[in-house]
């Protein structure tokens, strides 16, 4: 699974997708990995997306990508969300 800068796994829900968030800033459980503003070329299928506040979030293949505030300790990784609901899984580059 992917990890972020800090190692924690990278989340994608299925109802996400196609470059559109539905973060509203209210989804506390579920932060989404935020973006520095990027203008230079595409890193292959890694790109940023404007979430519904304005505010950047990094997405890959397409897909917002969130971490999972239950996960704990990056050593060794927990993906304690993934699976969850059946449309929550660890992103997969």
Do not use: C
Request: zero cysteines; proline letters at 8%.
């Amino acid at each position: 699974m992917s990890v972020d800068h800090d190692g924690m796994t990278l989340y994608t829900f299925d109802r996400h997708h196609d470059g559109s968030s539905l973060y509203t800033g209210e989804i506390v459980q579920w932060p989404p990995l935020s973006a520095e503003p990027h203008h230079g070329e595409p890193m292959k299928k890694w790109t940023q997306i404007t979430q519904n506040d304005g505010t950047m979030q990094w997405a890959y293949d397409g897909k917002p990508l969130y971490t999972f505030v239950k996960d704990k300790k990056s050593v060794p990784v927990t993906s304690n969300g993934h699976g969850m609901k059946n449309e929550l899984h660890g992103a997969r580059p």
